[in-house]
C-alpha cells in the first residue's frame, strides 16, 4: 500500500473513531417513559434536572422522571442526608453511582437533592445570598411636583411638591416624608385669595414580628395657614395587618391610639387622646398602572365627634423606563370641628409627575 493511501486509511479511521466515540464522552439522562437525552447535565436543583442540547436547547426535566444520569466529567452532588460528593455519575436502571477520589457510592437519583459544576456555585450558598440580600434594608427615594396655573376671569397659581425617603426590608420599614401644597386665586378685580397654604412632614416606622401581624409608631408635623392651624402635631401607636399581600395587592390596615395637639392662629388650643386608624390599599394592573389609596380616621377618645379624617387615592402611570410616574389623584381633608368661617372639608384634585430611584 502507498503511503498516500495509508495516510487516507489512517484519517478515516481518525474521523470514524472520533465519531464513533463521541456520543461516550457525553452526559446522559433517561426518562420513566424511555426517553433518553444526550447533552451536558448543567445542574440539578428544586427537584428539577437542567441539561444543555445541541438538537432542543436548554431543556429542563422534572427529578421524579428521571431514572438515570450520567456524565463524563466530575460534578458536585448533595444527596438529601446532607452529604456532599465530586465525582462522575453513572447510571444503570435505578442505581446511580457517584465515582470519585475517595471510592464509589451508590444510591438513586431521587436521593440527589442537588448537583452543580465544579466551577460553579453551590446552589445553597447562592440561595443563601439571595436571602440575606432580600432580608437586608434598603433606601428608595421618591419626589414629585406639580405647577398649576389659570388666567382669564380669575387668575391662579398653585405648586405643590413632596419626598418620601424609605428604608425598608421585607419584615419592616422607617419613612421620611415631607410634603407642600401652595395656591392663590385672584378675581378680576384683583382681589387675591390664599386657596392652599400647608407644610407637613413626619416619620412612620413600621415591624411586622409575624407574616401578617406587626406595630406601628408615628410622629407628624403639620401647619396650615388656610385652616388656621399655626401648628398640630399627631403622635400614634398601635397594631399593623396585611390583610392581603401579594406582588399585585397589598392591603394593610392600622388600630392604635395616639396624641393630637393643635394650635389655631385665634390662640385656641386642642389637644387630647385620639384612636388611631387607617387603611393602606395599592393594586397593580400588570405594568400599566396601579391604584393606591390611604384612609386615615383619628376621633378624640373622648368625644367622637371630634374627629379628622384624610382620604387619598391615584392612580400612577410609568413612564420613562419605570423612574417616572404620572400621578392622577384626589385628597380629601375632613375636620369635623374647624374654626370659625374655615369649612370642614377640602378637597384637592392634582396631576403629579413624580421620579422615583434608590
Not at 473513531?17 to 428544586?46: C, H, M, Q
Not at 389623584?329 to 369649612?343: D, V
Request: avoid cysteine; charged fraction near 25%; charge should be negative.
Amino acid at each position: 500500500m502507498s503511503t498516500k493511501s495509508s495516510l487516507r486509511a489512517f484519517v478515516a479511521l481518525a474521523f470514524a473513531f472520533i465519531l464513533g466515540v463521541s456520543p461516550l464522552w457525553a452526559d446522559v439522562v433517561e426518562t420513566r417513559n424511555g426517553a433518553r437525552i444526550v447533552g451536558k447535565v448543567t445542574k440539578v436543583e428544586d427537584g428539577k434536572v437542567f441539561i444543555a442540547t445541541d438538537f432542543a436547547g436548554d431543556l429542563t426535566i422534572k427529578q421524579s422522571e428521571v431514572t438515570t444520569m450520567s456524565t463524563d466529567t466530575p460534578v458536585y452532588v448533595r444527596l438529601a442526608s446532607g452529604t456532599v460528593l465530586q465525582g462522575t455519575l453513572a447510571g444503570s436502571g435505578e442505581t446511580l453511582k457517584i465515582n470519585g477520589a475517595d471510592g464509589e457510592l451508590t444510591t438513586k437519583v431521587e436521593k440527589v437533592s442537588a448537583s452543580w459544576d465544579p466551577t460553579g456555585e453551590d446552589p445553597q450558598v447562592t440561595a443563601m445570598k439571595k436571602q440575606i440580600a432580600a432580608s437586608e434594608r434598603k433606601w428608595a427615594y421618591q419626589t414629585s411636583v406639580d405647577l398649576t396655573g389659570k388666567t382669564g376671569n380669575t387668575n391662579s397659581t398653585g405648586l405643590a411638591a413632596g419626598f418620601t425617603a424609605t428604608l425598608a426590608s421585607p419584615q419592616d420599614a422607617l419613612k421620611f416624608y415631607a410634603s407642600t401644597n401652595y395656591a392663590t386665586s385672584e378675581d378680576a378685580a384683583g382681589n387675591e385669595t390664599k386657596t392652599a397654604d400647608e407644610l407637613k412632614g413626619g416619620v412612620d416606622y413600621a415591624s411586622f414580628f409575624a407574616e401578617r401581624l406587626g406595630w406601628f409608631v408615628r410622629q407628624e408635623l403639620e401647619r396650615d395657614n388656610v385652616e388656621d392651624v399655626d401648628m398640630r402635631s399627631t403622635t400614634d401607636a398601635g397594631f399593623t395587618y396585611r390583610f392581603v399581600k401579594t406582588d399585585a395587592h397589598q392591603l394593610t390596615g392600622r388600630l392604635g391610639a395616639g396624641y393630637r395637639f393643635e394650635s389655631y392662629g385665634t390662640g385656641v388650643e386642642n389637644k387630647g387622646a385620639v384612636i388611631s386608624t387607617g387603611l393602606a390599599n395599592a393594586i397593580k394592573f400588570g405594568e400599566f398602572a396601579s391604584l393606591v389609596t390611604d384612609l386615615q380616621f383619628l376621633p378624640a377618645v373622648d368625644d367622637f365627634a371630634d374627629y379628622r379624617f384624610v382620604h387619598d387615592s391615584a392612580l400612577e402611570f410609568p413612564i420613562a423606563a419605570g423612574f417616572w410616574k404620572l400621578r392622577v389623584g384626589l385628597n380629601n381633608q375632613f375636620n369635623s370641628t374647624p374654626q370659625p368661617g374655615r369649612e370642614e372639608l377640602d378637597t384637592t384634585y392634582y396631576t403629579r409627575l413624580v421620579l422615583n430611584w434608590k
